[in-house]
């Protein structure tokens, strides 16, 4: 990175998605209160994107942004979801760089002033890699494994492995990401979509101390064909290549038995009929089924709803849903 001149970060916006964190909170507001110090020179806000939350998380945020007025809080009307909790949050972010953190301190912001030194040194995206993984389930930590392994090769080239939203953006990145409209966000994939210069950090993520994932089996999945879905129509094609290697072996069989037809050789062929029947069945609804997500996809998209709902926001300017903002603007 010789080509680079260092630059000194002047304002930091730290994004944290929350939902239902009324136990990690506290532990948050100490550590950050611990560690801001440390970021001599550098103005920071945090912006806390309550995602519909239930339990005491508005409380805490309300109070904690009225004895800090670099804590600012924009609530959802309803849970909107992690990617778009996130989006949110860039959104509203006024800093050259913003860092996506978790609340419930999984990823330690100590790696923080890693990342400034990084983003100082000239590079745009600074992503936390996870070296280890604690307090996770086996299958958790294998079908992640295999997850941005088969994307890296099969989807999205770029897509860091290991890595989560943990990063540190700078403010020309985060300004794609904005003027991205798309409804379906996998942010990582996105960050990594707009390139610039990329480096990772290493870091052992923690395990969850209080409360619970708020990220289920099923929500899960739901990111991951998120992921798969918005930069590929790798499945569509798959199963278009199926049907091929099927309509060829279709038209063999038809050969076969035209021939056995005039050699006098008709069986009865029961099992073979309903063996095959059952088979170009299924794969012609599964076909239907995957080009009917992207479908689904679509029509998402075209409706253009806004990504989430903010009903209410504190120590921010009222901002309209989705308003673009001024890069930059205090
Ligand atoms: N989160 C959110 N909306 C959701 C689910 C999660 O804002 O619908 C937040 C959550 O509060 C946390 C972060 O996103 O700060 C990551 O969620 P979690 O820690 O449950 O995910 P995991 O680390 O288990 O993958
Ligand atoms: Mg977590």
């Not at 941005?148 to 300004?175: E, N, T, W």
């Not at 021939?259 to 076909?287: D, E, F, M, R, Y």
């Not at 989430?308 to 930059?328: C, F, I, Q, S």
């Amino acid at each position: 990175m010789t080509d680079v001149p260092f630059r000194k970060l002047s304002s930091l916006s730290l994004v944290i998605p929350v939902f239902n964190e009324e136990e990690s909170l506290p532990a948050l507001r100490a550590e950050l209160e611990r560690l801001l110090p440390s970021f001599a020179g550098i103005a920071v806000e945090v912006i806390l994107v309550d995602d519909g939350s239930t339990d005491a998380t508005p409380a805490f945020c309300a109070a904690w942004a009225a004895e800090a007025p670099w804590v600012k809080v924009a609530a959802f009307s309803r849970n909107f979801g992690h990617q778009a909790a996130i989006s949110a949050g860039l959104r509203y972010a006024g800093g050259e760089a913003v860092v996506i953190l978790d609340a419930d301190l999984q990823d330690p912001p100590e790696v923080i002033p890693e990342m400034i030194g990084r983003y100082e040194a000239g590079f745009d995206v600074v992503y936390g890699r996870r070296r280890t993984r604690s307090g996770e389930s086996r299958f958790k930590l294998a079908s992640a494994w295999l997850f941005y392994r088969l994307m890296r090769r099969c989807v999205h080239k770029d897509l860091p492995v290991d890595a989560g939203d943990f990063r540190l953006m700078s403010r020309r990145c985060v300004d794609v990401l904005n003027a991205m409209p798309e409804t379906h966000r996998f942010m990582r994939g996105l960050a990594a979509w707009a390139g610039f210069r990329q480096t990772a950090v290493l870091y052992d993520r923690r395990e969850r101390r209080h409360g619970e994932s708020k990220y289920p089996l099923g929500k899960m999945l739901f990111l991951a064909w998120d992921a798969i879905s918005s930069f590929s129509a790798l499945p569509v094609r798959a199963v278009n290549f199926i049907g091929l290697c099927f309509l060829l072996f279709g038209f063999a069989v038809c050969v076969y038995t035209l021939v056995q037809h005039a050699a006098g050789h008709t069986v009865p062929g029961w099992s073979s009929l309903v063996g095959l029947i059952t088979l170009i069945g299924g794969l012609t609804i599964c076909s239907v089924g995957i080009i009917g997500e992207y479908v689904g996809k679509i029509y998402e998209e075209v409706k253009r709803r806004p990504l989430y709902v903010v009903e209410k926001t504190l120590n921010l300017d009222e901002r309209g849903v989705n308003a673009p903002r001024e890069p930059h603007a205090e």
